[in-house]
């Protein structure tokens, strides 16, 4: 069983939808990431989060510390946003979950 | 755009071979971690470094080892490479054995043949 599993798996959406992807982990964190890979690309990081909600842009994070559960949110999706998004928790290591792969359609 | 920088981007090796993939750390990071990234999976910790030294390792055999340098750049070196190695290997680089703040590298796609 993986410490870090996300949902859903693949995501397709229209041009403009709100999209939401979760993330729920089994282990005791210092923080959670939200990344982002782009098709053949390495690594950028969206948000680190300990508690609460963070907000950049169109993108919202929010986590839930006692369910041990967080989400990610796209408001008016547009199709640069498709790429493969990563929940990763930070213990002492990283424990990344196997990636959402997000698809917009224009 | 992060400081990491990884090279080289891409690499093909033959079975039995030896390679060595370098990291550049962000400015004033003294942590390195190394991940191997299995096409669609999530990337696995292969070990860290901090401040030249191994600071734990993952589920990885001892072919994979590593440096890190006093200006806390760092090296993977993988020997007798196995089909299975073939994979995205991401460093990243942070503070003080820690995660919090951390910047990954574009990664280096390892093919071997």
């Known amino acids: 069983k993986n410490e870090v599993e996300q949902s859903p798996q693949n995501l397709t959406a229209q041009e403009g939808e709100f999209i939401t992807i979760n993330c729920s982990y089994s282990?005791?964190?210092?923080?959670l990431h939200w990344l982002q890979q782009h098709p053949g690309g390495g690594i950028v990081s969206l948000f680190m989060?300990?508690?609460g909600k963070k907000k950049h842009g169109r993108l919202i994070a929010t986590i839930n510390i006692q369910e041990k559960h967080s989400s990610l949110h796209i408001t008016a999706s547009h199709p640069r946003d498709s790429a493969v998004y990563i929940c990763a928790v930070t213990g002492n290591q990283f424990y990344f979950g196997t990636g959402t792969s997000l698809t917009v359609i224009p | 755009e992060t400081g990491v920088t990884q090279s080289p981007t891409h690499l093909i090796k033959t079975r039995g071979q030896q390679v060595t993939l370098r990291c550049s750390s962000q400015s004033g990071h003294n942590t390195v971690s190394w991940y191997q990234q299995a096409l669609g999976q999530g990337p696995q910790f292969i070990f860290q470094y901090y401040r030249e030294e191994e600071n734990g390792r993952g589920n990885f055999p001892p072919r994979f080892s590593g440096l890190q340098f006093p200006n806390y750049s760092s090296e993977l070196n993988v020997n007798a490479l196995e089909l299975d190695d073939s994979a995205l290997y991401l460093c990243a680089s942070s503070w003080d054995r820690g995660y919090t703040e951390a910047f990954f590298g574009q990664g280096t796609r390892l093919t071997v043949v």
């Open positions: 282990v005791g964190i210092s923080a």
């Open positions: 989060l300990s508690s």
